[in-house]
């Protein structure tokens, strides 16, 4: 499967962004979605994720409260709600798959990652 994010922007803080996560190649239900971050001199970060269903879904402590996640299957795309937002938050955005029910929170629990979307976020 192919994923693409998209959606990012400049914001100031308090703002709001909708991230989508549009994929391509294979059936997109088969896939359980994972989104990321990573800000400038940091690590990888596990941000949230939803199940192939749509139905179970993982916020990061770090997000809980301000960002939500969500799916259309039936439109292959996957959405990121961004709250709230502050200086933190800033980094790229990555959505990225693999073929399991669970939701995974490291990196290596994906196999399929898309090209990252800019959010900065300013004070």
């Known amino acids: 499967v192919q994923l693409q994010a998209s959606g990012g922007g400049v914001v100031q803080a308090g703002g709001s962004l909708r991230l989508s996560c549009a994929a391509s190649?294979?059936?997109?239900?088969?896939?359980?979605i994972g989104w990321f971050r990573q800000g400038p001199g940091k690590e990888r970060e596990f941000v949230g994720g939803?199940?192939?269903?749509?139905?179970?879904?993982y916020i990061a402590d770090s997000a809980k409260g301000r960002f939500t996640i969500s799916r259309e299957n039936a439109k292959n795309t996957a959405y990121l709600q961004v709250n709230s937002l502050k200086p933190e938050d800033t980094a790229v955005y990555y959505c990225?798959?693999?073929?399991?029910?669970?939701?995974?929170?490291?990196?290596?629990?994906?196999?399929?990652w898309g090209q990252g979307t800019q959010v900065t976020v300013s004070s």
């Open positions: 990225a798959g693999r073929r399991s029910s669970v939701i995974g929170t490291r990196p290596n629990d994906y196999g399929y």
């Open positions: 190649g294979r059936t997109f239900s088969d896939y359980t």
């Open positions: 939803i199940s192939w269903s749509g139905g179970p879904t």
